[in-house]
C-alpha cells in the first residue's frame, strides 16, 4: 500500500465507473468508513459519495414553450389551470413558478392563505402525463395577430418544457417552533403555541451540500439526479451564502449555500416532482435532488463522513423573531437529535417532525448509486465552483 496521499482527476474515476470498477457507496454508508478506516484509506478505497433529499423547495418553477397557432401569437398574459404564468419573454414562452396559486380558488375565499392547487401541482400533473389547460392573451402586432389562445396538451405534446430551480438544495436550514401563545402557520409547517412542536427540513448527513461544506467539487455543469432525470447545477442560487457561521468540521450552523439548477422534464417523473399546498401558508414543490460527491482526496473522504451527530442548527423562533427580522436563536440540535423525535428547548422537551423525507433522500442516493455502477452516469468537471466565502469577499 502506498504511504503518497491520494489525489485522484475526474476523468481517472469516469474511467473507473467506465469499466465497472468504481467503488460507489452513499452518504450513510461513507460515514462509517471512515469512522472505522480514517480518511486517507477511506479515500484510497472509495470513488463517489452519493447524496440525496427530497423535501419543499419554494424557489423552483419551470420555462415552458407551448407551441405556436394559426395566426401567431404573442402571449402576454398566460395562465395553465388557472395558474398564472409569466410571460414576459418571447411569443410562446412562459415561467410558471411552483409557489403561483390557482386564481379563484373557493377555498382561498374562506380562508385567507388557503390554496388548494398551484405552479408545483400543474408541473406534477405534466410529468403524471396529464393534459393540462392553458389560456393566453395578446395585445397583438403586425407579425403577431392573434389575441387568444386555448388549447390542451400534455408534456409529450410540447416543444419545450425545462425545470428551473433559482434556488435549492439548501445547505442547512433551520428547526422551527412558535414560542408565542397563538398557532402559527408557516412555510415549516403549522407550529403550536407556547413550543409544542418542532419542524426541520434537511436529509441531514445525507443532503448535498452538507457533503462538500466548501463547494470543492460542485459548480457550473455538475451532474445530477433532478425529480427522476439528468439534472445540472447552473450557478449557485438565490441566497447563496456562504459566509454563515460553521462547525469545525467545516458544515455550517444556519442557512448558507444554495444551488440554482435545471433539467428536462421530459426525463423526470412525478414520483419526485410533488406539488404541495401548506396549510394557512400556500403552495410550493417538494423536489427529489442528488449530487454524487468525487472523492478526489482525504478532505472529501473526510467532509463526506461527518455523521448526524455531528451536524448542527440552530433552533428559531417562528412565532415572533422571525416574521419581524430578529435573529436569534434558541439553542444548537443535532440532526441525530433531531431524527430522535424529541429535543430539549428551554428546558423543555419538545416532539419533531421533519418536512423532508428520509427514505426518498436515501433512495435517491441509491439510484444514483446504481446509475453510476451500471455506467450510465458519470461526472462531469464543473466550468466553475460554487463561491465560498474567500471568493465573495476578494
Not at 46 to 54: A, C, Y
Not at 348 to 354: D, L, N, Q, S, W
Amino acid at each position: 500500500m502506498s504511504d503518497k496521499p491520494v489525489q485522484k482527476t475526474y476523468e481517472e474515476i469516469n474511467a473507473r465507473i467506465k469499466a465497472g470498477e468504481a467503488v460507489i457507496v452513499t452518504a450513510e454508508e461513507m460515514v462509517d468508513i471512515v469512522k472505522s478506516k480514517g480518511a486517507e484509506e477511506a479515500a484510497r478505497e472509495v470513488d463517489v459519495v452519493t447524496t440525496g433529499t427530497f423535501s419543499p423547495m419554494c424557489s423552483s418553477g419551470a420555462f415552458i414553450n407551448f407551441g405556436q397557432m394559426t395566426p401567431t401569437i404573442k402571449a402576454s398574459k398566460v395562465w395553465i389551470n388557472k395558474v398564472s404564468a409569466y410571460a414576459g419573454l418571447a411569443a410562446v414562452d412562459c415561467y410558471i413558478g411552483a409557489t403561483e396559486p390557482v386564481e379563484d380558488d373557493p377555498l382561498n375565499k374562506l380562508y385567507p392563505g388557503e390554496f388548494r392547487y398551484g405552479g408545483g401541482h400543474v408541473i406534477e400533473d405534466l410529468l403524471a402525463g396529464k393534459k393540462v389547460y392553458l389560456e393566453a392573451k395578446a395585445y397583438g402586432t403586425d407579425c403577431y395577430l392573434a389575441r387568444k389562445m386555448k388549447k390542451e396538451f400534455t408534456l409529450d405534446e410540447l416543444p419545450y418544457a425545462l425545470l428551473c430551480n433559482p434556488r435549492n438544495g439548501y445547505q442547512n436550514y433551520n428547526c422551527a417552533v412558535n414560542l408565542s401563545d397563538k398557532a402559527v402557520h408557516t412555510y415549516m409547517g403549522t407550529l403550536k403555541p407556547n413550543c409544542r412542536n418542532a419542524n426541520y427540513c434537511s436529509a441531514g448527513e445525507l443532503s448535498p451540500l452538507f457533503n462538500d461544506p466548501h463547494y470543492k467539487t460542485i459548480g457550473i455543469g455538475t451532474r445530477i439526479f433532478l425529480g427522476g432525470g439528468v439534472g445540472y447545477v447552473t450557478w449557485h442560487g438565490t441566497q447563496h451564502n456562504p459566509n454563515a457561521p460553521r462547525h469545525e468540521n467545516g458544515t455550517p450552523l444556519r442557512p448558507a449555500g444554495t444551488m440554482m439548477i435545471q433539467g428536462d422534464m421530459k426525463q423526470m417523473s412525478a414520483r419526485w416532482i410533488r406539488g404541495i399546498s401548506i396549510l394557512g401558508y400556500g403552495n410550493t414543490m417538494a423536489v427529489g435532488l442528488g449530487v454524487p460527491i468525487p472523492i478526489l482526496n482525504a478532505e472529501m473522504a473526510a467532509y463526506t463522513g461527518v455523521s448526524d451527530e455531528e451536524l448542527f442548527t440552530q433552533v428559531v423562533d417562528y412565532g415572533f423573531d422571525y416574521s419581524n427580522g430578529i435573529s436569534r436563536n434558541y439553542g444548537e440540535v443535532s440532526y441525530a437529535q433531531l431524527k430522535s423525535g424529541t429535543i430539549e428547548v428551554n428546558g423543555k422537551e419538545v416532539p419533531t417532525a421533519p418536512l423532508s423525507s428520509l427514505p426518498m433522500a436515501r433512495e435517491i442516493a441509491e439510484t444514483l448509486k446504481a446509475w453510476m455502477k451500471d455506467g450510465k452516469f458519470l461526472l462531469n468537471k464543473p466550468a466553475e465552483l460554487l463561491p465560498d466565502a474567500d471568493d465573495l469577499r476578494s
